[in-house]
């Protein structure tokens, strides 16, 4: 069984920065990516970003430019650096990991942090 834990999230002004991190403990056969998804009240969840194994990162065009996605992969801990930080961006921003499987791959993911971007 795999866990995500994360942490880093908080009220912040807009225009302001945050830093989350998400590590992962368990078993892990091999990981495939890991991610950022947030979702915002009535809303579906959406990713963030992406970082692929092979380091290849994905963002969310509203993100782009001012998120970054890291990771660490002796920890198998992953960072969001968030800059220039909006009010629309608050959400509850999960951690995903998809594990790369003999068979089909499978999707963990963390239990959520709340980000707050409010004057």
């Known amino acids: 069984q795999v866990q995500l834990v994360e942490s880093g999230g908080g009220l912040v002004q807009p225009g302001g920065s945050l830093r989350l991190s998400c590590g992962a403990s368990g078993s892990i056969f091999s990981i495939n990516a890991m991610g950022w998804y947030r979702q915002a009240p009535g809303n579906e969840r959406q990713l963030v970003a992406v970082?692929?194994?092979?380091?290849?990162?994905n963002y969310a065009d509203s993100v782009k430019g001012r998120f970054t996605i890291s990771r660490d992969n002796a920890k198998n801990t992953v960072y969001l650096q968030m800059n220039s930080l909006k009010p629309e961006y608050t959400a509850v921003y999960y951690c995903?990991?998809?594990?790369?499987?003999?068979?089909?791959?499978?999707?963990?993911w963390g239990q959520g942090t709340q980000v707050t971007v409010s004057s």
């Open positions: 970082i692929f194994s092979g380091g290849t990162t």
């Open positions: 995903n990991l998809n594990e790369r499987r003999p068979g089909p791959n499978l999707a963990y």
